[in-house]
């Protein structure tokens, strides 16, 4: 152990941290909240107050859902006062609404981000399968629920893969393994997906993905296989068109 570490841990020896209340503490152990996951996909959320980095177990092959995470009822976090004191605030692992009308944030919605809209790139778990069970063990309603989140979410991806496949070769490279894996999880075979088993390549001319051996591209219209392209149009309807000195040629018809 070097100086500077002797230091640190002097420093933090020395803080004043308040105790937790041995009656708070027994009602950590009280309203527990159990998260599960009914899909594939693990997620890791990290700064969640009191807690840190929490990791949601993706669900096993075979089975209905996840082992759970286990929130506590109470979670403590310390935070520094600037006179040397360490003293704690409480969240309960719930949201909590008092008699007054006062709403306490409950830990939950900082690990499953359920209060952020749901979208292809949002960080809401929920839209992924990710839910908070009333009990130690998921009910088949709270399942249902959350295959439908998911079920809604990959619609939600299939019709982005869609509308990108339509709108050409550039933007059909954005169809990514996601995309895919959420296909299989709704049992498609979209076209898109056939195209994929393609051997692609890249255009010469201006970089777009192509089925490998094109005769044109798709996207510029330079042709690439000059040999290929006459067998489609009359060789009289073609002339070389002239350039100048770095250009490249190109055909075009009359």
Request: with cysteine; aromatic share 8%.
């Given at each position: 152990?070097?100086?500077?570490?002797?230091?640190?841990?002097?420093?933090?020896?020395?803080?004043?941290?308040?105790?937790?209340?041995?009656y708070?503490l027994d009602?950590?152990?009280?309203?527990?909240?159990?998260?599960f996951?009914?899909?594939?996909?693990e997620?890791?959320?990290?700064l969640v107050?009191?807690?840190?980095?929490?990791i949601i177990?993706?669900?096993?092959?075979g089975?209905?859902?996840s082992?759970p995470?286990?929130?506590?009822?109470?979670?403590?976090e310390?935070?520094d006062?600037?006179?040397?004191?360490?003293?704690?605030?409480?969240s309960p692992?719930?949201?909590?609404?008092a008699?007054?009308?006062?709403?306490?944030p409950?830990?939950i919605?900082?690990?499953?981000?359920?209060?952020?809209?749901?979208g292809m790139?949002?960080?809401?778990?929920?839209?992924w399968g990710?839910?908070a069970?009333a009990?130690?063990?998921?009910?088949?309603?709270e399942?249902?629920?959350a295959?439908?989140?998911?079920?809604?979410?990959?619609?939600m991806?299939?019709?982005d893969a869609q509308?990108k496949?339509m709108?050409?070769?550039?933007?059909?490279?954005?169809i990514?393994?996601v995309?895919?894996e959420?296909?299989?999880?709704?049992?498609l075979?979209p076209?898109?997906?056939?195209e994929?088993?393609?051997?692609?390549?890249?255009c010469?001319?201006c970089?777009s993905?192509?089925a490998?051996?094109?005769?044109?591209?798709?996207?510029c219209?330079?042709?690439?296989?000059?040999?290929?392209?006459?067998?489609f149009?009359?060789?009289?309807?073609?002339?070389?068109v002239?350039?100048?000195p770095g250009r490249?040629?190109k055909?075009?018809n009359?």
């Amino acid at each position: 152990m070097n100086e500077i570490q002797e230091q640190v841990i002097a420093r933090l020896n020395s803080k004043n941290i308040e105790p937790v209340p041995d009656y708070l503490l027994d009602l950590q152990n009280t309203d527990r909240v159990y998260i599960f996951n009914v899909y594939k996909r693990e997620h890791r959320v990290d700064l969640v107050p009191g807690i840190g980095a929490v990791i949601i177990p993706a669900c096993p092959e075979g089975r209905q859902y996840s082992d759970p995470v286990i929130i506590p009822g109470l979670v403590f976090e310390y935070y520094d006062a600037g006179d040397g004191r360490y003293p704690f605030r409480q969240s309960p692992a719930r949201t909590k609404t008092a008699r007054n009308g006062r709403t306490t944030p409950g830990v939950i919605g900082d690990v499953l981000k359920d209060y952020a809209p749901k979208g292809m790139y949002s960080p809401n778990l929920v839209q992924w399968g990710c839910f908070a069970a009333a009990g130690e063990i998921p009910t088949q309603a709270e399942l249902n629920a959350a295959h439908r989140e998911l079920r809604r979410t990959a619609e939600m991806f299939m019709n982005d893969a869609q509308s990108k496949f339509m709108q050409g070769p550039n933007q059909r490279s954005e169809i990514n393994a996601v995309h895919r894996e959420l296909a299989g999880l709704l049992n498609l075979r979209p076209v898109w997906m056939e195209e994929e088993t393609q051997e692609r390549g890249v255009c010469p001319a201006c970089g777009s993905n192509i089925a490998l051996g094109a005769a044109k591209c798709p996207a510029c219209s330079a042709i690439l296989d000059h040999e290929k392209w006459a067998q489609f149009v009359e060789a009289d309807d073609v002339v070389p068109v002239k350039r100048g000195p770095g250009r490249p040629r190109k055909e075009e018809n009359l």
